[in-house]
């Protein structure tokens, strides 16, 4: 076999040594006889999966103890969807605001109004998303449920090299296209999500790291599957254990 | 390797010779040097693997050729979700009658209850969902959306052998348990889904099969990623697509 690279902006490809593995690994999981797809997701071999998948990111992302990682549904775009659901609770005025730095905040951004008030910040559209555009954080309303940027656009170049300081306004980023790539301050974030494809995992997948104190103020439309408290009461495993916690 | 059974009501195994082809094409899919997971959903080689998947459930499965297609996000409990935002909209009243056989029926009620009017039409929970409860389909207000079934619920046995005759009010199946393992008549259906953990693949994906005329009657507040209409114009690629549909 001829290993090869792929460039594309899609799904990308992972460290050879991780497919390695879970292909030896793929009909017989630790000796169990069943790959780990076919295994029970409450079993103990699984829940240590789990488990070691929370502590491997708390190391490499420097993930606070205020804050809780879930697995998800739908990848990064779903997520357009389920911050201002999870989040819009917060504004009186189920307000939020986009900087645009590309098409990804710009579907965000009217994904979101599907619920409430969502503008546009700042956004360097005008010119072909060539640049991060100036924005001056005291211009954000104070009924401001969160600030919402795309750390890394790659299809224009548009990366956030610092973030804006938002005060108690929540900080949320798409870091689709770069998380664990980079060193940042988590601490600086409400809630950071992305999809898996680019360096994580398989298509399909996102992760979100949210911010404790977000939790628990979602829309009453709110999808079960999109309320991100469900997730964190779960440990992810939330389309069965939901009968658990809603019955 | 010793091959074992997995008779949970969880994650179920697959057949070997499935998992095995799986395994073998993990790094090297078709001589492109990376893995299935790893090109581009929008290749040659991908849209195949789509295409032969859609072949191969019509002749399954007996799907006519009214009926989509549909390959979503968050298993068959999003499902709960997406039913209704899709179709509530044929009602004028936005109501919907639910037919409870196990506690996964009454917790798809639940959820529709967040976007409309979702009444029990009939329902074995007074005697521990031991039966499917009689049920007279003339009792249905004309304005119903749609009627909601679950097909077969393992937990307690209740299995429906023949289906109710909706006339023209959409029948709605949650076949999780049991889709591809007993034949049916899809034309009695107005929408069926599964989730595919059970018997045809990984945990997280759903397949939903709708009839086309029901296509496009989503409620505003439907997250792009529930609309069924979005993924019926996109092949299930919506998520990188609905940049081209949407912007």
Redesign the interface.
């Known amino acids: ?4 690279y ?1 460039f ?1 902006a ?5 460290p ?1 040594e991780v ?2 593995k ?2 030896a690994e ?3 999981y630790q ?5 780990v ?6 079993s103990d071999e699984f829940d240590a999966v789990l488990n070691r998948c929370d502590e491997l990111l708390k190391e490499l992302a420097g993930i606070p103890d205020n804050y809780k990682i879930l697995y998800v ?3 990064a ?2 997520q ?3 911050v201002p ?1 999870n989040l819009l609770g917060l504004s009186a005025t189920k307000s939020a605001s986009y900087i645009e730095t590309g ?1 990804w905040g ?2 965000a951004r ?2 979101a109004a ?2 409430g008030n969502a503008t546009t910040a700042a956004s360097s559209a005008d010119t072909g998303f060539d640049r991060i555009p100036e924005f001056d954080v005291s211009s954000l309303p104070a009924d401001t449920a969160y600030l919402h940027i795309t750390s890394n656009n790659t299809l224009y170049g548009t990366r956030w090299h610092s973030f804006p300081q938002t005060g108690t306004i929540p900080l949320v980023a798409d870091m689709t296209s770069e998380f664990l790539s980079r060193e940042i301050d988590i601490s600086q974030f409400g809630i950071i999500f992305a ?1 898996l494809q680019k360096n994580l995992g ?4 996102a992760l979100v790291i949210v911010r404790e104190d977000l939790l628990g103020h979602a829309l ?7 309320d991100y408290s469900v997730y964190a009461g779960s440990h992810s495993l ?3 254990t ?2 658990l916690l ?2």
């Open positions: 076999m001829t290993q090869v792929n594309g899609g799904p990308a490809m992972l050879a497919m390695k879970a292909q793929f009909l017989d000796g169990m006889g069943a790959g797809i076919e295994i029970s997701h409450r549904h739908g990848g775009q779903m357009f969807s389920a659901l098409t710009v579907k009217k994904e599907r619920y999809g398989p298509a399909g997948l009453k439309e709110t999808p079960s599957l999109l939330a389309n069965t939901t009968l809603f019955t």
